[in-house]
């Protein structure tokens, strides 16, 4: 019978080692390998065909024939080819190794038990089929100074380090690596119960509600929690965000105090999940005209909430096709036959038992292209009634004679303050989008630093991350997502300190968040797919992270609102506020004129009132007004326009249509901006010169990549010439040069644990032994 068929099946392969040691070279004798087939035999865990497998090749009465073990020794060489450990691995490690990085446990401890047992030198013995790899050689990308991780580290991790650091110890645990290749259902279990750990041991759901579950005097230390997070499972990350931001948010920024202290200790512990019930399947970022209606009946002082048409379906909610017991729904509210827009009411959905409450159905959204450890549902309400107390009233209410009352009268105004809930949402999908940026590169960057491909002959072939293209490829990502990751930093202070003073008018606040949420989701699925196609084929293999980075990280460009309406938010309220420039009487016309001669200094200062020599393009002022010029420019044209179209008597939603794309172009020149004041304001604030200069060159870098990218538009508006254009693309590759020897330890001050990173290829081995 020919036993080299069974040699492919994958659960054979991490006894591969096992068997060629004991088969090669008379390492054992066939009383050791009968005691090595009786052990195994008394394995429970062992399937039918693996242990048939193994008995054929462990038959001390048929030894393998020379062709069968040849075959045996190719099989061998094929599965653990690509493998370059650093040091001599067991039997155990080697197993390990060959299936994703983490073999199964039984396995793992039954081939230790048995090396131990019979004495094996089975690490020796394979030295002829690999042999470990020494790595004291000079690299030359280690050659020249390298950042302080410590240092750099400590810029990016900012306040609530003592947080960060709990985070980081849950996802360091074994227990908590990111899953893959589970089902639907086995991912969603998983994905709860570590959100019950998340509760219960670290207690990051009571920092949500500062005054209320927590003393902090904000939400600083949660939205430090989250943005940590995404370094491991994305899936607990979103269903962390659904429970406590979404939900649990809903409750704090829109519940009266009495609501508050009902529910969130509930919600803040798990007692009480539930779900954020906004988009419906004909209503998405339109939430204005949304259908549900929540209609109060006087006389049994209930509301009821009713799904009108298939249209007005909930959909995409998380939580609510399995784990929800209440939804906040948004619904028009109408009072004695008077529609007050868009609220916010609680519904149970489930009871103790997670059965459907009298009036509602529940479907489940199915398998999606990430994101599966959440289970997003949808919701259909007949005629369902809740209690009057049950509209969350911090800002409108119903009283008791039946009336509405609201402190804002203005409909326009307050329907934006009951959407205030999403701002907290649209900063932290940023910070996750950045930090998921973060987990990608490192493992690419990693990857690159020790992989070689091609070379002189006679010599060591070339690391990937000495060519230009990969040195391109990857660390203007990396410089980017720096500056990226200090914009976030200002964007989640400038919330909190709106959050900390009641702010009334946030608009400018949540145009950033739009703006720095769309441009940061982007940039997350541009980097990852650079860094799939930098690690090649090994980054297309799960155990490596990246596929799953890439599907999971997908939706986060259209949740929390579409990227490319949220930049038409971003540049209406920007056309908004320069208009006001021109109404208020003598001093605003003076603060209009003044900044229209900024403008026209600005048009040359930038690059007309500089060389293209090296100097002048990496001085950060230079960077900073040609990044501004450029957003005054496009808003000027882009109000210019519209008044032009107004004056003619088009409608305002005609000329909003025409000037689309022009907006659009302005809100990413805005975000840009702000994002280039962010990391020229880091490096200013930068704790000593060494960690300056390497900031600085990261600045230069985005700074000036970003400006390569835009400079059909800066030639077209006459602000380049061919000399200064050639002078940038350059420079570029100057720069990443410059930084490639400290590329690694610039992913290292992510602070990512090596065991939540876990990817293989991360650690210079594509079947990494220890993860």
Same mark, same amino acid.
């Given at each position: 019978?020919?036993?080299?068929?069974?040699?492919? /099946?994958?659960?054979?392969?991490? @006894?591969?080692?096992?068997?060629?040691?004991?088969?090669?070279?008379?390492?054992?004798? %066939?009383?050791?390998?009968?005691?090595?087939?009786?052990?195994?035999?008394?394995?429970?865990?062992?399937?039918?065909?693996?242990?048939?497998?193994?008995?054929?090749?462990?038959?001390?009465?048929?030894?393998?024939?020379?062709?069968?073990?040849?075959?045996?020794?190719?099989?061998?060489?094929?599965?653990?080819?690509?493998?370059?450990?650093?040091?001599?691995?067991?039997?155990?490690?080697?197993?390990?190794?060959?299936?994703?990085?983490?073999?199964?446990?039984?396995?793992?401890?039954?081939?230790?038990?048995?090396?131990?047992?019979?004495?094996?030198?089975?690490?020796?013995?394979?030295?002829?089929?690999?042999?470990?790899?020494?790595?004291?050689?000079?690299?030359?990308?280690?050659?020249?100074?390298?950042?302080?991780?410590?240092?750099?580290?400590?810029?990016?991790?900012?306040?609530?380090?003592?947080?960060?650091?709990?985070?980081? !110890? +849950?996802?360091?645990?074994?227990?908590?690596?990111?899953?893959?290749?589970?089902?639907?259902?086995?991912?969603?279990?998983?994905?709860?119960?570590?959100?019950?750990?998340?509760?219960?041991?670290?207690? *990051?759901?009571?920092?949500?509600?500062?005054?209320?579950?927590?003393?902090?005097?904000?939400?600083?230390?949660?939205?430090?929690? +989250?943005?940590?997070?995404?370094?491991?499972?994305?899936?607990?990350?979103?269903?962390?965000?659904?429970?406590?931001?979404? @939900?649990?948010?809903?409750? @704090?920024?829109?519940?009266?105090?009495?609501?508050?202290?009902?529910?969130?200790?509930?919600?803040?512990?798990?007692?009480?999940?539930?779900?954020?019930?906004?988009?419906?399947?004909?209503?998405?970022?339109?939430? $204005?005209?949304?259908?549900?209606?929540?209609?109060?009946?006087?006389?049994?002082?209930?509301?009821?909430?009713?799904?009108?048409?298939?249209?007005?379906?909930?959909?995409?909610?998380?939580?609510?096709?399995?784990?929800?017991?209440?939804?906040?729904?948004?619904?028009?509210?109408?009072?004695?036959?008077?529609?007050?827009?868009?609220?916010?009411?609680?519904?149970? &959905?489930?009871?103790?038992?997670?059965?459907?409450?009298?009036?509602?159905?529940?479907?489940?959204?199915?398998?999606?292209?990430?994101?599966?450890?959440?289970?997003?549902?949808?919701?259909? @309400?007949?005629?369902?009634?809740?209690?009057?107390?049950?509209?969350?009233?911090?800002?409108?209410? &119903?009283?008791?004679?039946?009336?509405?009352?609201?402190?804002?009268?203005?409909?326009?105004?307050? +329907?934006?303050?009951?959407?205030?809930?999403?701002?907290?949402?649209?900063?932290?999908?940023?910070?996750?989008?950045?930090? $998921?940026?973060?987990?990608?590169?490192?493992?690419?960057?990693?990857?690159?630093?020790?992989? #070689?491909? +091609?070379?002189?002959?006679?010599?060591?072939?070339?690391?990937?991350?000495?060519?230009? /293209?990969?040195?391109?490829?990857?660390? *203007?990502?990396?410089?980017?997502?720096?500056?990226?990751?200090?914009? &976030?930093?200002?964007?989640?202070?400038?919330?909190?300190?709106?959050?900390?003073?009641?702010?009334?008018?946030?608009?400018?606040?949540?145009?950033? !968040?739009?703006?720095?949420?769309?441009?940061?989701?982007?940039? $997350?699925?541009?980097?990852?797919?650079?860094?799939?196609?930098?690690?090649?084929?090994?980054?297309?293999?799960?155990?490596?992270?990246?596929?799953?980075?890439?599907?999971?990280?997908?939706?986060?460009?259209?949740?929390?609102?579409?990227?490319?309406? =949220?930049?038409?938010?971003?540049?209406?309220?920007?056309?908004?506020?320069?208009?006001?420039?021109?109404?208020?009487?003598?001093?605003?016309?003076?603060?209009?004129?003044?900044?229209?001669?900024?403008?026209?200094?600005?048009?040359?200062?930038?690059?007309?009132?500089?060389?293209?020599?090296?100097?002048?393009?990496?001085?950060?002022?230079?960077?900073?007004?040609?990044?501004?010029?450029?957003?005054?420019?496009?808003?000027?044209?882009?109000?210019?326009?519209?008044?032009?179209?107004?004056?003619?008597?088009?409608?305002?939603?005609?000329?909003?249509?025409?000037?689309?794309?022009?907006?659009?172009?302005?809100?990413?020149?805005?975000?840009? #901006?702000?994002?280039?004041?962010? &990391?020229?304001?880091?490096?200013?604030?930068? %704790?000593?010169?060494? /960690?300056?200069?390497?900031?600085?060159? =990261?600045?230069?870098?985005?700074?000036?990549?970003?400006?390569?990218?835009?400079? $059909?538009?800066?030639?077209?508006?006459?602000?380049?010439?061919?000399?200064?254009?050639?002078?940038?693309?350059?420079?570029?590759?100057?720069?990443?040069?410059?930084?490639?020897?400290?590329?690694?330890?610039?992913?290292?001050?992510?602070?990512?644990?090596? !065991?939540?990173?876990?990817?293989?290829?991360?650690?210079?081995?594509?079947?990494?032994?220890?993860?």
């Amino acid at each position: 019978m020919d036993r080299t068929g069974a040699l492919a /099946t994958p659960e054979l392969q991490p @006894f591969l080692p096992m068997l060629y040691v004991a088969w090669a070279d008379d390492a054992l004798s %066939p009383d050791d390998v009968r005691v090595l087939r009786e052990r195994l035999e008394a394995q429970p865990w062992l399937k039918p065909a693996l242990r048939i497998a193994l008995e054929q090749w462990l038959d001390p009465a048929r030894p393998p024939s020379a062709a069968e073990l040849a075959t045996l020794r190719r099989t061998l060489e094929r599965s653990v080819g690509t493998m370059r450990p650093t040091r001599r691995l067991s039997l155990a490690q080697l197993a390990s190794s060959m299936v994703d990085g983490h073999a199964c446990e039984a396995t793992a401890h039954a081939l230790a038990e048995i090396e131990s047992l019979l004495a094996l030198d089975a690490a020796h013995a394979l030295d002829d089929v690999i042999t470990p790899y020494e790595h004291d050689a000079p690299r030359p990308f280690a050659r020249g100074p390298r950042p302080d991780v410590a240092a750099m580290r400590a810029m990016l991790d900012g306040p609530h380090v003592a947080v960060r650091e709990t985070v980081r !110890a +849950f996802l360091a645990e074994p227990a908590h690596r990111s899953a893959y290749g589970l089902t639907k259902e086995e991912h969603r279990a998983k994905v709860l119960g570590w959100l019950e750990e998340l509760a219960k041991t670290v207690g *990051i759901g009571a920092l949500a509600y500062p005054g209320v579950t927590t003393d902090a005097p904000d939400l600083g230390g949660y939205l430090a929690a +989250f943005e940590t997070l995404a370094y491991g499972d994305l899936s607990l990350l979103i269903k962390n965000g659904v429970q406590w931001g979404l @939900f649990g948010g809903s409750i @704090f920024f829109l519940g009266d105090d009495a609501q508050r202290a009902k529910y969130l200790h509930e919600v803040a512990s798990l007692g009480l999940l539930g779900c954020f019930a906004m988009s419906e399947v004909g209503h998405g970022s339109n939430v $204005a005209d949304l259908e549900t209606i929540a209609r109060y009946d006087a006389e049994s002082d209930e509301i009821v909430v009713h799904t009108p048409s298939e249209s007005a379906r909930k959909d995409w909610a998380g939580n609510a096709a399995r784990d929800a017991h209440v939804a906040t729904v948004f619904a028009q509210l109408e009072v004695a036959g008077e529609r007050h827009g868009v609220h916010a009411v609680l519904v149970p &959905i489930r009871d103790a038992n997670g059965e459907e409450l009298p009036g509602v159905r529940t479907g489940d959204c199915g398998h999606k292209m990430g994101l599966n450890g959440v289970d997003n549902g949808r919701i259909w @309400f007949d005629h369902v009634r809740v209690p009057r107390a049950n509209l969350l009233s911090r800002h409108a209410r &119903i009283t008791d004679l039946g009336t509405y009352e609201s402190a804002i009268t203005s409909p326009g105004k307050r +329907f934006f303050t009951m959407l205030g809930t999403l701002v907290g949402g649209r900063v932290s999908v940023a910070a996750g989008a950045v930090s $998921a940026s973060k987990v990608g590169l490192a493992i690419a960057i990693r990857y690159a630093s020790e992989r #070689r491909q +091609f070379g002189p002959t006679k010599e060591p072939e070339t690391l990937l991350l000495e060519y230009p /293209t990969h040195q391109r490829r990857l660390l *203007i990502p990396l410089a980017t997502t720096y500056a990226l990751s200090f914009a &976030i930093d200002e964007l989640r202070e400038a919330y909190l300190r709106a959050q900390r003073e009641g702010a009334k008018d946030t608009r400018e606040l949540e145009a950033h !968040a739009a703006g720095l949420k769309a441009i940061a989701t982007w940039h $997350a699925t541009r980097t990852l797919q650079a860094c799939r196609e930098a690690c090649g084929g090994q980054g297309y293999l799960s155990v490596n992270r990246l596929a799953d980075l890439k599907s999971d990280t997908d939706v986060f460009t259209t949740f929390e609102g579409d990227n490319t309406v =949220l930049l038409q938010l971003v540049a209406r309220e920007l056309l908004g506020r320069y208009a006001k420039r021109f109404t208020g009487g003598p001093v605003a016309l003076v603060r209009a004129l003044a900044s229209a001669a900024v403008l026209t200094m600005r048009e040359k200062a930038p690059f007309r009132a500089h060389r293209a020599d090296e100097a002048s393009l990496r001085d950060p002022e230079m960077q900073r007004a040609a990044f501004a010029w450029r957003e005054e420019s496009l808003l000027r044209s882009a109000a210019a326009r519209a008044k032009k179209r107004s004056d003619a008597g088009m409608d305002a939603q005609d000329v909003l249509m025409e000037l689309q794309e022009h907006l659009v172009a302005l809100a990413e020149a805005h975000v840009e #901006r702000r994002v280039m004041d962010a &990391i020229a304001g880091a490096v200013d604030r930068a %704790p000593d010169d060494d /960690t300056r200069a390497w900031l600085a060159k =990261l600045r230069d870098l985005h700074a000036l990549a970003t400006l390569e990218a835009r400079a $059909a538009w800066f030639v077209e508006n006459g602000e380049l010439d061919g000399g200064q254009t050639r002078a940038i693309r350059k420079l570029v590759p100057k720069i990443a040069r410059e930084l490639r020897d400290a590329a690694v330890p610039l992913v290292d001050a992510f602070g990512i644990p090596d !065991a939540c990173l876990a990817a293989p290829i991360a650690f210079h081995d594509p079947a990494h032994p220890r993860w």
